[in-house]
């Protein structure tokens, strides 16, 4: 198992503790089976074999992504940001839950902030080629 930290801009740390979400609450972890993104009270877990698709983007508006996570009005997308420079997208084949605690808002896909995107990216193999 790989646990990948988030990477915090300083404009950022104020606002997201307001929400719980410090270095301490936030995390990615991925093993052969599992990935769970972790960002304060906010959880989201699937199964790698549910990634279809990995890819680095930014950068980001800052509105858009300080403080807690965000939910995109149009697709159901959520993004865990701790920075408004580069993350990494992760797309999945089944939407998962992560947004609220009864599962009733499933999410196509993932925007997380880690220290090593690239490095991520790589630990996911194929899916960070588009395949």
Known sequence: MRTYAF??????????R???????TTSV???NLVLTARFGPWTLTTTVLNIAHVSLTGPYRYLKTAGPARLSISDRGL??????????????????P???????V???????TVSECAEF????GDRGRGI
Do not use: C, E, M, W
Request: net charge positive.
């Open 29 to 31: 972890r991925l093993d």
């Open 98 to 104: 992560g947004i609220d605690p009864f599962g009733i």
């Open 18 to 24: 307001l929400f719980g979400i410090t270095p301490a």
């Open 7 to 16: 990477s915090f801009a300083d404009s950022y740390r104020r606002p997201a």
């Open 106 to 112: 499933k999410h196509p896909n993932l925007t997380v």
């Open 79 to 96: 993004t865990f940001a701790t920075n408004n420079r580069q993350g990494v997208y992760l797309q999945f084949h089944q939407p998962v």
């Open 121 to 124: 990216i790589a630990a996911l």
